[in-house]
């Protein structure tokens, strides 16, 4: 469900704070191990770059997860940061 009260957390925040941080990995480990360039995955926490498909499948083989659960955390995060603004009508009844 998407939170309605706030933007759900960019996912770039979760692999930090829930994968790297606690499994003491760094940033340049991670990227080694994914053979991608540490930027790609520097720009994915800082959130300015999002998860691909390719990018979701690496993280899920990594860390044991599903490239849905990273590419749910992506759609999540973009669908409340694109939110059109209320209409007062719907144009459909």
């Known amino acids: 469900m998407i939170p ?3 933007i ?3 996912p770039g925040i979760i692999l930090l704070e829930e994968f790297l941080e606690p499994m003491n990995i760094t940033q340049v480990a991670l990227a080694s191990h ?3 360039p540490v930027q ?3 720009e994915i926490i800082r959130g300015k770059r999002g998860i691909t498909p390719e990018t979701a499948w690496l ?3 990594a ?3 599903t490239p849905q659960f990273w590419m749910n955390l ?3 995060y973009d669908l409340a ?3 059109p603004k209320e209409r007062k009508e719907a144009l459909i009844s």
């Open 4 to 6: 309605t009260n706030r």
């Open 40 to 42: 790609r995955i520097n």
């Open 59 to 61: 993280l899920s083989q």
């Open 74 to 76: 992506q759609t999540n």
């Open 8 to 10: 759900p957390t960019h």
């Open 34 to 36: 994914l053979n991608i």
């Open 81 to 83: 940061v694109n939110k």
């Open 63 to 65: 860390f044991n997860t």
